[in-house]
């Protein structure tokens, strides 16, 4: 049997520190980048991205580079 680990979460303060910009610059990225991932909203007031789908966006920008 496989067992699935939890999804992990990241807000837009993470993925600001994981590049070292400004924690509004992946809201900017969403307007500019069609291929940045969507974030999923939680709850009306709380949007989180999944690592998983930001790691695979930084696979993807890496191979094209």
Request: charged letters at 30%.
């Given at each position: 049997m496989e067992v699935?680990?939890?999804?992990?979460?990241?807000?837009?303060?993470?993925?600001?520190e994981r590049y070292n910009v400004h924690h509004?610059?992946?809201?900017?990225w969403l307007?500019?980048?069609p291929t940045f991932?969507?974030?999923?909203?939680?709850?009306?007031?709380c949007t989180r991205?999944?690592?998983s789908d930001i790691?695979?966006?930084e696979t993807a920008k890496a191979n094209f580079a």
């Open positions: 699935q680990m939890p999804a992990t979460y990241l807000t837009d303060r993470q993925i600001g509004l610059t992946p809201r900017r307007k500019t980048d991932p969507r974030p999923i909203r939680l709850t009306p007031g991205w999944k690592l790691e695979a966006w």
